[in-house]
């Protein structure tokens, strides 16, 4: 006896295809961010100890930016991770769980801020035709 093996659309393996390319571009996206986090971080405490409270709490507002950022890269890539292991669902959005069109509303949110992650532009395009216009919106 053989496996049955439901066949994806072009369109879905292009999308598997873009998001793993997603994926390695958040790691590489991530490390610059990890290093001003950490630099900033470190400057905080020097700040402090030299008395400038100003330029620390500034400082302390760019770790925070940092942060947010990388805690949103990290959901995009549980977000591509997960759409890639429920591709098959996705032939039939009408019928996807609740786990895939949540994970499929975030990469479209998304795509208009970060503007480094060109991959997610071209997902949303295939996302969009999946799902249709007022998901998108």
């Not at 961010?33 to 700040?47: C, E, H, N």
């Not at 507002?61 to 805690?71: A, D, S, T």
Request: glycine residues 6%; proline residues 1%; charged residues 30%.
């Amino acid at each position: 006896m053989g496996f049955i093996h439901r066949k994806t659309s072009k369109q879905t393996r292009k999308l598997k295809t873009l998001l793993r390319l997603a994926i390695s571009r958040v790691a590489v996206a991530r490390l610059p961010r990890l290093a001003r986090k950490s630099i900033a971080t470190s400057d905080v405490g020097q700040l402090l100890a030299l008395g400038h409270i100003d330029r620390a709490i500034h400082r302390v507002e760019l770790v925070i930016q940092e942060g947010n950022m990388l805690e949103a890269f990290e959901m995009i890539e549980l977000y591509c991770k997960r759409l890639i292991e429920k591709s098959e669902d996705l032939e039939n959005p009408s019928e996807c769980a609740e786990e895939i069109r949540e994970a499929a509303a975030g990469l479209m949110f998304a795509t208009g801020w970060c503007g480094d992650l060109l991959e997610l532009l071209f997902a949303r395009a295939i996302l969009t035709d999946k799902f249709g216009n007022d998901f998108a919106s």
